[in-house]
Structures are given as structure tokens and as C-alpha cells.
């Protein structure tokens, strides 16, 4: 029993590490929980199935450390490692707990509905999902536009449940309900995919260097001006290749009352110029405070519009900047968010529904490491919503997606200059997701307190 409890901790967590949070192996999310929800749906020991699944759930979260280990006081990761293997336990020996008490099918519908009530309700942190790795795979994620997110979540958990029980109990009809629904998860993204409507197309233009941090803390004007110096051939490229939109990343400068109105002049002139759309990242210190915003320069000429970050990461941003709290859409239903903006399915979504977009220009500054985890975030949030994004990180990614999660084009930024143009669709806009937002999620809440309800009952009336 002890072996047999270790290797399925140990075949778990590598299934976590290489498959959930910066994981990348989409195909193996659907596998990677079976091993420790066939330990938990047999007769041994509970407080050793919650043990096992806790260890498997951290091995799996420790490829995050490379990434934001830096970020945060070790006090802060030792929570976050703690509370996180703790729920995903807690949710298998609950997901156990309904199995035996009411149901094998209980148990099943069960642990999708808890693994997805618990996503939904840390996306509000901006908690990696289960379901990140999804959007390497874009058949696996078209049941976002119409539930939102946690239809793929829900999916995940269910699949892997009916697979375990069934293999557990040698039941040829769970393994099948399973298999099945992995397969229709699957055919109806392939439907969806090939019924997609053609759309007027944008070619865009990405650029990005990981050279220098012009819009660090010290209010110099020398690396800012160097900074955009060096993106200056880089867009004259860009547009000589067709770009008419060129989106550059997340502070790639920094404007002071000294020189803002200075910078500003000359980018608004490159644009016309060069009869570009053109976003720019900047760290703008006001009057009064300092902020992380896009800018937004037509090629028509005029004012540019302005878009203030309104998720700071905590502790790295929040501490010295001031969020936003507007959206920005153009007339063509082209919007603009910054990088951590995009990791909140609410509340994108909320946007979407105020602003209708169809394309958003995405400003963004990654770790390395989670490079091409955060783009999936972009990725995901295009499908739920029905837009496509063109996102220009620094130390990531730049990436071209349409609002059905296919990538147009890629390529990792550089530590001189890194460019890509494309020609990228406009989403259809107005998903069903859009229109009835977290229903989904809240049935699968509802769904657990019945579920509980039910087991709890059954067990009373079993003691008496």
C-alpha cells in the first residue's frame, strides 16, 4: 500500500509540474490527477489520501518558483504552498467523501464541480488556473466562448474522475463517460473551429527588447531616450512591411513632467508619419502620483488615448504605482490592457461586455520563465470574449492570436530587439460567455453544496 501511495503522489506531481501553472504539456492535464483520485476513491486511510494529494499538488506548483520565487517574502510562498495543495486535498477526499456516500456518477460530477468552484473563486486573485495549459491546445478551450473558463476546468476534473473511479472499480460505463467526453470536448472545438466566420484582418506589427529598464526608479531621461531610440528603425521597419498597428511592450519608458510633453510630441509625429496605429508602454509620473499606462497614438494624428494599468502585481507594483479604473476602446472596437490586467476572467469579461472589442493591444512585461504561461492568459481571455490580441512582452513572448486561441504568429522577445509582423483576424466580439458571465461557475457551486448536502444526509442515515 505504501508503494503503491508514493508512486501515485510521485507520477501526480510530475503530471502537475509539467502540465499546470508555467506547465506546458496541455494533454497531460487530463491525466495527471487520476493517479492520486484512484487513491482517494479506495478503502485506505483518509488522512493518508490528503497527504499524498497535498505532496503532489506542491511538486506541481514548484515549477512556479523560477518564475516568482523572487517576487515574494518567503513568508508569502510558504502560504501559497500551503493553502493551495491543501484545497486541491481537501477537494479530492471531498469529491471521495460524495463517491461512497451517494454515488459513483456523484462522485464524478463532484470533483468537476469543486476543482472548478475553487478556480473560480481564486481567479478573483489571479491565481493560475487548472486549466492554463489548455490554450497550447485550441480544441480543448472552445467551450470558453460559451460557459467561460470553468467548462474547461469542469471538463479537466471530470474526465480524470470518471477515469480513475472506472479504473478503480472496473467499470467499463465510467471509463467510457470519460473517453467520452474528452472526445466531444475535442469534436466540438474542431466544429467550431472550422465554422469560424471570416473576419477583416489588421496587420500588426510586435516589437520588443529586454535590453535595459528605461522606466526603473531613477528619474533619468538619458535611458528613456535611449530606450525609444532604439525601437525607432524597429518600427520604421515594421511599417514599411505593412504594419498599420504596432504594439511595443510595457514600460519601455519613463516620462517625467521635465520631458513628457516632449516624448509625446515626437511619438505622436512618428505616427502620423509613418501612418501607424502606434501603442507604447510607459511609466508616467504625474501631478499626482505614478502610473503604469498605455499610450495610444492614431496615425490619424490627435491626442493620444490613454489607458491606465488597473492590476498591479503586489508588492513589485503596488507599493509605488496607482491603478487605473477606466477601460479604452477606439471607434474600430480596437481596446487596450496591460499585461496583469488580462489574468482576470470576471473582469475582462466585464469590460468586453461594456466595450464590445474585437482586437486588444496588449503592453506587457513577463519573468522569463512564465513567458509563454501568462500569453495563454491573453489567449484564453481572447476566446472567452471573442477578440483576438496582439500582446508585446518583454522577457516573453510576442504573439499574435485569434479569439479562437490559434496563434498567427510568435516569437520570444531578445535582449537586443525582437520583431514579428502578422496579419491578425478581428474576433467575431459578443460570445454567449460574455453575455451570461459566471453562471456556469455558480451552478457548480450550488452544485457542491447539494452534493455535500445529499452525502451528509446519506451518512446520518446510514448511523442511524
Not at 493560475?128 to 467561460?148: D, E, K, M, R, W
Not at 483576438?388 to 485569434?402: H, I, W
Not at 479562437?404 to 525582437?418: C, D, L, N, Q
Request: aromatic content about 10%.
Amino acid at each position: 500500500m505504501r508503494i503503491a501511495t508514493i508512486l501515485c503522489m510521485i507520477l501526480s506531481g510530475i503530471g502537475f509540474f509539467l502540465s499546470f501553472n508555467l506547465g506546458d504539456q496541455w494533454w497531460l492535464a487530463w491525466l495527471a490527477p487520476i493517479p492520486m483520485l484512484w487513491l482517494a476513491f479506495g478503502p485506505g486511510p483518509r488522512i493518508l489520501a490528503f497527504a499524498s494529494a497535498f505532496a503532489a499538488y506542491a511538486i506541481g506548483l514548484g515549477n512556479v518558483v523560477p518564475a516568482y520565487g523572487h517576487l515574494f517574502p518567503f513568508a508569502v510562498l510558504a502560504t501559497i504552498f500551503l493553502i493551495l495543495p491543501a484545497t486541491f486535498a481537501i477537494i479530492v477526499l471531498n469529491a471521495a467523501f460524495i463517491a461512497r456516500r451517494v454515488a459513483p456518477w456523484a462522485g464524478v460530477m463532484a470533483f468537476g464541480a469543486l476543482w472548478t468552484a475553487s478556480d473560480y473563486l481564486l481567479s478573483f486573485a489571479g491565481s493560475f488556473p487548472a486549466f492554463v495549459s489548455q490554450a497550447g491546445a485550441p480544441l480543448a478551450i472552445q467551450g470558453a466562448a460559451y460557459l467561460g473558463p470553468w467548462a474547461v476546468t469542469f471538463l479537466l476534473g471530470a474526465v480524470a474522475a470518471a477515469l480513475a473511479l472506472g479504473f478503480k472499480q472496473k467499470s467499463l460505463p465510467l471509463i467510457a463517460v470519460g473517453l467520452v467526453l474528452f472526445a466531444a470536448n475535442l469534436g466540438f472545438g474542431a466544429l467550431r473551429l472550422a465554422m469560424a466566420p471570416k473576419t477583416e484582418s489588421v496587420r500588426i506589427g510586435l516589437a520588443s527588447s529586454d535590453s535595459d529598464n528605461a522606466a526603473g526608479e531613477i528619474p533619468a531621461r538619458a535611458p528613456s531616450e535611449r530606450a525609444l531610440a532604439r525601437y525607432a528603425p524597429v518600427m520604421l521597419a515594421l511599417a514599411a512591411d505593412g504594419a498599420r498597428l504596432i504594439v511595443l511592450p510595457e514600460e519601455v519608458a519613463r516620462l517625467e513632467p521635465g520631458w513628457r510633453s516632449q516624448f509625446l510630441a515626437r511619438e505622436q509625429a512618428e505616427a502620423l508619419e509613418s501612418k501607424i496605429d502606434l501603442v507604447i508602454g510607459f511609466r508616467d509620473r504625474g501631478t499626482d502620483a505614478t502610473r503604469n499606462i498605455a499610450l495610444f497614438f492614431p496615425a490619424a494624428g490627435g491626442a493620444p488615448g490613454l489607458y491606465t494599468k488597473r492590476r498591479l502585481i503586489p508588492g513589485a507594483e503596488s507599493d509605488e504605482l496607482s491603478p487605473g479604473n477606466g477601460t479604452f476602446i477606439r471607434p474600430d472596437r480596437t481596446g487596450v490592457q496591460i499585461c496583469k490586467d488580462m489574468d482576470f476572467p470576471t473582469a475582462v469579461r466585464a469590460d468586453a461586455l461594456a466595450d464590445h472589442p474585437n482586437l486588444l493591444a496588449v503592453p506587457a512585461w513577463d519573468f522569463d520563465a512564465d513567458g509563454w504561461a501568462h500569453a495563454r492568459f491573453a489567449i484564453l481571455r481572447g476566446v472567452e470574449d471573442g477578440f483576438s490580441v496582439a500582446r508585446a512582452a518583454r522577457r516573453g513572448l510576442l504573439t499574435l492570436t485569434d479569439a479562437y486561441g490559434r496563434v498567427i504568429a510568435v516569437k520570444p522577445s531578445a535582449p537586443g530587439m525582437a520583431s514579428l509582423v502578422g496579419d491578425l483576424p478581428r474576433g467575431p466580439g459578443d460570445t454567449l460567455y460574455m453575455m451570461i458571465g459566471d453562471v456556469f461557475a455558480w451552478i457548480c457551486l450550488a452544485a457542491v453544496l447539494l452534493f455535500n448536502l445529499v452525502a451528509w444526509r446519506a451518512k446520518s442515515n446510514l448511523q442511524t
